[in-house]
């Protein structure tokens, strides 16, 4: 099933990612970042969940 999200909740989920890769001390790039390693992508991922989590519970 494909999802269809509004680009501005695509400019927020990739600059949470960004953030979040900051975060973690991991260097994305714009576009493809396939060389990652599975721990690297997992803890941006993670910390992309906690933010998530963080934010709605404020509401």
Partial sequence: MK??????????????KMESANEVGVTLKQGYNGDLTSKQ???????????????????
């Fill in 3 to 16: 999802t269809n999200y509004s680009s501005q909740a695509k400019q927020k989920l990739n600059q949470m």
């Fill in 41 to 59: 992508a997992g803890s941006i991922g993670g910390n992309m969940v906690r933010k998530m989590i963080s934010e709605y519970a404020e509401k």
